[in-house]
């Protein structure tokens, strides 16, 4: 499935789908996609015009999916037919605009192509248009109103691809940005902080190592208020955030959470959304690997291998990895 960074090329290349499916015999239109009001050179005789005015964009995750989010895409024409000549003395223009519809109809689903090796199926469904709607389209291209309808062209994209990379200590460095997320993975607790150390002593500041309790609260509210009360303090401001013994909620959770779990009923996404607003880096300290929901968001991963059998953890366990 095509993903949202290919968004640009999925609605111009619906655009084109929808040209050829009216300009293709039996059909035979002239279609064009210009903007409203704008010249219309190189088009003889009646034609139908494609107009995109409106987008939208609807998250979504399905209860048994795993990893990417999707979302639901809605792309808003309107297919105007424009006559042959001033008067339009055979109604030309209202043939074009009935065998548009027609089309329509008769073809609610596209396969459009997206570059060599991706396909998109593409639904299209009429669109109402009130008067006031119409109106205002056409009065804002200082044109006259021309015999219109809409289509509605609805596909689902990937919202996010996987875009962590596993990385080092170094890699987190370079984020710098507010709010960027970084997990830290592995049993090795003494040198995940160390490095939580570096990274915040090559950025010039301070580190606040906050355990997982004391960050999330039974709500997003209750979160925003503990990372409010965190940052508030004169020591604090603009620290990289280090989230300690994260796993209960950001690791890999069952399906069937237990009743018991005290994070069961928080929306993990409203909480990385409360932590992309922290002002400087946040690192997640897990022990197992990330859970979707994070995965999905993080920036760079960071795996640090544990202690061998009997040993204890050297300054630099990380030189491969974490360094």
Do not use: C
Not at 31 to 48: D, K, Q, W
Not at 141 to 166: C, H, I, K, Q
Request: glycine fraction near 8%; proline fraction near 7%.
């Amino acid at each position: 499935m095509s993903s949202l960074t290919n968004y640009g090329q999925a609605i111009a290349s619906t655009t084109v789908a929808l040209q050829r499916l009216l300009s293709s015999p039996p059909i035979g239109l002239q279609v064009t996609a210009y903007v409203l009001g704008a010249p219309r050179t190189g088009v003889i005789g009646p034609s139908i015009n494609l107009f995109l005015y409106y987008d939208s964009l609807i998250s979504y995750r399905e209860e048994t999916q795993r990893g990417p989010s999707r979302v639901i895409s809605e792309l808003h024409y309107l297919v105007s037919a424009f006559p042959g000549d001033d008067v339009d003395t055979d109604a030309g223009s209202h043939r074009a605009f009935g065998a548009a519809r027609a089309a329509i109809e008769r073809h609610p689903v596209l396969n459009v192509p997206i570059g060599s090796a991706d396909n998109l199926q593409v639904w299209l469904s009429p669109s109402p248009l009130t008067n006031e709607v119409l109106t205002s389209l056409w009065l804002a291209s200082n044109a006259p109103l021309r015999l219109s309808f809409g289509v509605m062209a609805s596909f689902t994209l990937d919202a996010a691809e996987r875009t962590a990379v596993v990385g080092t200590v170094r890699d987190v460095v370079k984020l710098a940005g507010a709010g960027a997320l970084a997990v830290f993975t592995g049993a090795d607790a003494v040198t995940k902080a160390e490095a939580a150390a570096s990274v915040a002593n090559e950025l010039g500041k301070p580190l606040v190592t906050v355990p997982l309790n004391e960050v999330v609260g039974a709500s997003a509210a209750a979160t925003e208020d503990n990372l409010g009360r965190i940052f508030e303090q004169a020591e604090h401001r603009g620290a990289v955030l280090m989230i300690a013994e994260s796993d209960p909620l950001f690791g890999m959770r069952p399906e069937v959470l237990d009743v018991d779990d005290p994070y069961s009923g928080l929306e993990i996404g409203s909480i990385l959304d409360l932590l992309g607003q922290s002002p400087s880096v946040v690192i997640i300290e897990l022990t197992h690997p990330a859970g979707d929901e994070l995965a999905d968001r993080t920036r760079v991963e960071v795996r640090f291998p544990g202690p061998g059998p009997g040993q204890e953890p050297e300054p630099d366990s990380a030189s491969a990895t974490g360094d």
